[in-house]
C-alpha cells in the first residue's frame, strides 16, 4: 500500500525559507522510474507543479520559481525534501507530495500539509 | 509552458452524461492525464495518457483526445462525482494543470 504524508512549518515569516518532508511507504525511490513530485495549490485555487526527484537522482524544477527551489531525497529513510527559500504570501498554499512515474504523471497523493506566509 | 484551458464550471443533472473539456496551447500528443479533486481532499488520477482509466476508477469515467483538445466524460453522472477536474500535460516541462473544472448540480 503506497502512502505519503507531508510536514513542514505551518507558519512563515516573509523573506523566510520553507522546509517541507515526504515521508512515504509502500515503494523505494530507487526503484527504476519513480519519482516523488512536490505540488502546491493556494487556497481556492489551481494546482502548480514544483519539483520532482527520481530514482537516479534527476532532479526537474519549475522556472517560474527561478532559483528559490530545492529537492532532495533520503532514500534509505523513505524520505523526499523540498526547500523554499525566500518566501512571500504568495507561497501561501496547500503543499503535496505525490509519488510519480518518470515525473510525468501523479498516481499517489499525500493529504497535503498547509503552508501560511504572513507577517 | 503548455497553457491548458478548462471551463470554469459545468452544471449537470444526475444520471445524464457530461463532457469537461481541456484545450492545450500547443500539442502534447497523448499525454495528458486527469485528476478528480473532492472538497477537502487531494488529487486523484482518474485516467492517464488521455484515454486510459487509471486502476479502480469506475467505468463511468472514460478520456479521449489527442494533440491540443481533450475531453474527460462521466456517463452516468453520479451524486459522488461532484468535485473540481484538472487535465494535466507531462508532454514537457514545467507540467503544468489546468485551472480546473467545478461540477455541480443543477
Known amino acids: 500500500q503506497v502512502t505519503l504524508k507531508e510536514s513542514g512549518t505551518g507558519i512563515l515569516q516573509p523573506s523566510q525559507a520553507l522546509s517541507l518532508t515526504c515521508s512515504f511507504s509502500?515503494?523505494?525511490?530507487?526503484?527504476?522510474?519513480?519519482?516523488v513530485s512536490w505540488i502546491r495549490q493556494p487556497s481556492g485555487k489551481g494546482l502548480e507543479w514544483l519539483a520532482d526527484?527520481?530514482?537516479?537522482?534527476?532532479?526537474g524544477y519549475n522556472p517560474s520559481l527561478k532559483n528559490r527551489l530545492s529537492i532532495s531525497k533520503d532514500t534509505s529513510n523513505n524520505q523526499a525534501f523540498l526547500k523554499i527559500t525566500s518566501v512571500d504570501t504568495a507561497d501561501t498554499a496547500t503543499y503535496y507530495c505525490?509519488?510519480?512515474?518518470?515525473?510525468?504523471?501523479?498516481?499517489?497523493w499525500g493529504q497535503g500539509v498547509m503552508v501560511t506566509v504572513s507577517s | 509552458d503548455t497553457v491548458l484551458t478548462q471551463s470554469p464550471a459545468l452544471a449537470v443533472s444526475l444520471g445524464q452524461r457530461v463532457t469537461i473539456s481541456c484545450r492545450a496551447s500547443?500539442?502534447?500528443?497523448?499525454?495528458m492525464h486527469w485528476y478528480q479533486q473532492k472538497s477537502g481532499q487531494q488529487p486523484k488520477l482518474l485516467i492517464y495518457?488521455?484515454?486510459n482509466l487509471e486502476s479502480g476508477v469506475p467505468s463511468r469515467f472514460s478520456g479521449s483526445g489527442s494533440g491540443t483538445d481533450f475531453t474527460l466524460t462521466i456517463d452516468p453522472v453520479e451524486a459522488d462525482d461532484i468535485a473540481n477536474y484538472y487535465c494535466?500535460?507531462?508532454?514537457?516541462?514545467?507540467?503544468?494543470f489546468g485551472g480546473g473544472t467545478k461540477l455541480e448540480l443543477k
Open positions: 494535466q500535460q507531462s508532454n514537457e516541462l514545467p507540467r503544468t
Open positions: 505525490a509519488r510519480s512515474w518518470m515525473g510525468a504523471l501523479f498516481g499517489y
Open positions: 509502500g515503494f523505494s525511490l530507487s526503484t527504476t522510474g519513480i519519482c
Open positions: 495518457s488521455a484515454s
Open positions: 526527484i527520481c530514482w537516479d537522482d534527476g532532479k
Open positions: 500547443k500539442s502534447v500528443s497523448t499525454y
